[in-house]
């Protein structure tokens, strides 16, 4: 594998490849780089989970990132209204919706928790791959437990080395602290971590 990273384009092509070979990438998002699975294959998110040494029922669930609000529906049971109002106001942008999920999504996903982490991505080079494959992928930072999330293809790439197939490299990203991630009911709200978008707004 070079140490030279490939032009936008082409990784993209190349990417979305490794991703329907079942196979994991690292690709910049507006605030980290993330790891990216295929979200709806079992033995990829599999391999990503023992990766990032998650577990399944009462581990920590994984995000995923998805092209708009129609391709909810492939990992999301409903979408209470409160959600429909957060997705029009705050999507794209980092703001993950925890929704209740589909019964059928692999076990890592939602962890046990009968939920599901989503969200779409203003970043242009993530909007792309997931538009590109066409379906939902994982979204967890780009580095191993206990480590610090990655802000650069090199960082990430330090790290998680020939356990990835293909790095996108988009230069560098924000950083901060990550998505807000927001657990949304039918009448409630309340942020499980604080993060990009404030809790004012």
């Not at 910049?28 to 029922?57: M, Q, S």
């Not at 993950?96 to 928790?113: F, K, M, N, Y």
Request: proline fraction near 7%; charged fraction near 20%.
């Amino acid at each position: 594998m070079s140490d030279q990273p490939d032009p936008v384009p082409r990784a993209l092509h190349a990417a979305t490849a490794a991703l329907r070979a079942g196979k994991l990438i690292v690709y910049p998002t507006e605030t980290f780089y993330g790891i990216g699975a295929r979200a709806l294959a079992a033995g990829a998110v599999g391999a990503l989970a023992r990766l990032k040494e998650r577990g399944g029922e009462g581990g920590k669930p994984i995000s995923v990132i998805v092209a708009d609000r129609v391709m909810v529906a492939r990992v999301a049971a409903r979408v209470p209204l409160p959600a429909e109002v957060l997705m029009q106001h705050f999507w794209p942008g980092p703001l993950t919706l925890v929704l209740p999920a589909r019964d059928d999504l692999p076990p890592e996903l939602s962890a046990g928790s009968g939920r599901i982490g989503v969200r779409v991505s203003s970043h242009p080079v993530a909007r792309a791959l997931v538009a590109t494959l066409g379906e939902p992928i994982t979204a967890t930072s780009a580095n191993r437990a206990g480590e610090a999330p990655a802000c650069d293809a090199a960082a990430a790439r330090h790290t998680l080395g020939d356990d990835i197939a293909v790095y996108i490299d988009g230069g560098a990203v924000a950083g901060g602290s990550g998505s807000t991630v927001l657990v949304v009911d039918d009448d409630a709200g309340h942020v499980v971590r604080a993060g990009a978008v404030s809790v004012a707004a």
